[in-house]
C-alpha cells in the first residue's frame, strides 16, 4: 500500500487489518531502526550532528524532516542510512508472518514505494488516493506547518496522480471515512479472492 503524506494510508491500513489482514508499516519500521543507540541513529547524529535529537536523545523527526526536504544530498544520505535497515526489518517480519500463518494476507505500508523503485516485490499495488489540493490542506494541518513547507514535502514524492497509473487498486479518501471503509470492505473480498487462486 502507498499513495502521499498525510493521504490516509494509517487509516486504510487499520481497516484492513481489523478485516483480517497483517500488516507491516515503513514508517514505524522506520522509527524503529533510528532509536537511540541503534547503528542507523548513531550514523545519522555523525552526519547531520546533535541538532537533530531532542532532550531524550531521540531523533527530532520535524526538524530532520525539514534539513532532508531543502537538500536533495542530504535527504539521499538519511535514506542510505536508513533504508537497507528498513528492509531487512520488512524481511524479517514477512518471514515470521508467513510461518506463523502461511495462508497470511500481508499488507505492507510503503509511502516511498515508487520512488524508492520497490513495488517489484509485491503481488499487488494499492493506492490510498487523495488530491493533491487535499493532501496540502491536511498535511498544514496534522503537522502545523505552512504551506510552503508542505509544498517542499510534497515536491520530495512522486505526484499523487502519476501513482495512480502504477496502482492495481484505488482507495479514494477524498470523502467520508464511511465511503472509504465501504471501498476497504469490498477490496478486502477481492483480495482474499486473489489470494484462494494464488494459493491453488
Not at 533510528?34 to 542507523?40: F, L, N, Q, R, Y
Not at 523527526?61 to 544520505?77: G, N
Request: aromatic residues 8%; glycine residues 4%.
Amino acid at each position: 500500500m502507498t499513495g502521499g503524506i498525510a493521504g490516509g494510508k494509517t487509516t486504510v491500513a487499520n481497516m484492513l487489518k481489523e478485516l483480517g489482514a497483517h500488516l507491516i508499516d515503513f514508517d514505524v519500521l522506520a522509527r524503529q531502526v533510528v532509536e537511540p543507540g541503534k547503528p542507523a541513529w548513531k550514523e545519522i547524529v555523525d552526519y547531520f550532528g546533535k541538532q537533530v535529537l531532542n532532550e531524550d536523545n531521540s531523533l527530532d523527526r520535524k526538524r530532520l524532516s525539514t534539513i532532508v526536504f531543502q537538500e536533495f544530498q542530504k535527504r539521499k544520505k538519511l535514506e542510505n542510512i536508513t533504508h537497507p535497515r528498513i528492509y531487512e526489518a520488512f524481511e524479517r517480519q514477512a518471514i515470521e508472518i508467513e510461518a506463523k500463518c502461511p495462508r497470511a494476507i500481508i499488507q505492507v505500508v510503503v509511502p516511498l514505494l515508487f520512488e524508492v523503485k520497490m513495488q517489484d516485490l509485491f503481488h499487488k499495488i494499492l493506492l490510498v488516493y487523495l488530491p493533491s489540493e487535499k493532501q496540502t490542506e491536511r498535511l498544514c494541518e496534522r503537522d502545523g506547518i505552512s504551506r510552503r513547507e508542505a509544498a517542499n514535502i510534497l515536491q520530495a514524492q512522486l505526484p499523487i496522480d502519476e501513482k495512480v497509473k502504477y496502482a492495481d487498486f484505488i482507495i479514494n479518501n477524498a470523502n467520508s471515512l464511511e465511503e472509504t471503509r465501504e471501498q476497504v470492505e469490498k477490496l478486502w473480498e477481492s483480495l482474499k479472492i486473489l489470494q484462494r487462486n494464488r494459493l491453488t
